[in-house]
């Protein structure tokens, strides 16, 4: 069964920091994505990764967020700067093996979520 267990989630004040990590139990996908959840929100996709390491961004976070992957820990990476209130949302890690995209419907598999909360 394969898994994906997000860490790292939290409170923080407008304009902090904060680091999502989530593990993959070893399996290597095609592509990773994060995505989040507001109340009262559709699911928006955040930020994805390939295998070559191309990404994409929402553009609602574009040059504040940082997708990445660590191969030695397989580990999937969002580096959160400069937060904003808005951001506050489940954030959920994805992965699958179709084309580098934000929409959930290319993603196989899901985490159970972690919590950002922006204030």
Known sequence: HVQL???????VQAGGSLRLSCATS???YNCM???RR???KEREGVAAINSRGDTKYADSVEGRFTIS?????????L???NLKPEDTAMYYCAAGWRGLSLGGY?????G???QVTVS
């Not at 267990?5 to 409170?11: K, L, N």
């Not at 992957?69 to 990476?77: A, F, M, P, Q, Y």
């Open 33 to 35: 994505a994060w995505f």
């Open 106 to 110: 290319y993603y196989d598999n899901w």
């Open 5 to 11: 267990v997000e860490s790292g989630g939290g409170s």
């Open 79 to 81: 580096q959160m700067n």
């Open 26 to 28: 070893g399996y290597t």
């Open 38 to 40: 507001a109340p009262g």
């Open 112 to 114: 159970q979520g972690t």
């Open 69 to 77: 992957k660590d191969r030695i820990k397989n580990t999937l990476v």
